[in-house]
């Protein structure tokens, strides 16, 4: 049942999503001058880096819970990819990182993200620290206010799509926003068999 309702929430999302949604092309961005290295904190409030994942490809989206279609999109699909992989999916670590430390708290992105699948881990820190790992994945964001909003009443401009690390912790590629699930576990699963040889 949870299956179905994750596959019907993400088609009705792709198909709700307006165009201007972060504006991503339909083929994949190769990044240049990534730096996949982050220090930030889970749910659990522990302190999380990319050496914590060694031996594991990582899949990792950035986003907020307040986020109207992009995020709950993206999280959709990257349970999907997980169900798809089946069984290889051990060999993958999805995360998923706030760029909304205000409001996101830990409990706040444990919840969201069980929704969509417990494997995947939400992660959190200072503004100052996400900014930085912002910065090393060349992700934009850009808080919004709509005239006479509150302050805490805000929606977040950020960049959209799934990066992919290595098992050694190296950037592999970035997939596009909307890319079909079928076709990024395709890769990651030929990805792994290459790793095995």
């Known amino acids: 049942m ?3 309702c994750l596959a019907a929430l993400c088609a009705a999302l792709i198909c709700a999503a307006p165009a201007w949604a972060g504006a991503p092309a339909a083929e994949e961005q190769p990044e240049a001058g990534i730096v996949p290295r982050y220090l930030l904190m889970d749910h659990r409030g522990r302190a999380v880096t990319d050496q914590d994942f060694r031996g594991r490809f990582q899949l990792i989206a950035f986003g907020y819970t307040f986020c109207p279609d992009i995020c709950p999109t993206t999280l959709a699909e990257m349970a999907l990819i997980l169900e798809k992989l089946g069984d290889q999916a051990r060999r993958v670590q999805p995360l998923f990182i706030s760029v ?3 409001r996101d708290t830990p409990e706040v992105l444990r919840r969201y993200t069980e929704f969509f699948d417990s494997r995947i ?3 959190t820190g200072s503004p100052e620290l996400v900014r930085r ?5 060349k992700v934009r964001y850009e808080k919004h206010w ?3 909003a509150k302050p805490d009443n805000y929606s977040i401009d950020h960049s959209a799509g ?3 690390l290595g098992p ?3 950037f592999i590629t970035k997939f596009a926003y909307a890319m079909p699930p079928q076709e990024i576990a395709d890769r990651i699963r030929a990805l792994m068999a ?3 040889r």
Do not use: N
């Open 2 to 4: 949870k299956r179905l």
């Open 100 to 102: 909304d430390p205000e």
């Open 121 to 123: 881990i939400g992660l």
């Open 133 to 137: 790992v912002a910065d090393h994945f």
């Open 146 to 148: 709509e005239p006479g």
């Open 162 to 164: 799934m990066y992919l």
């Open 168 to 170: 050694d912790g190296a």
């Open 194 to 196: 290459s790793d095995q």
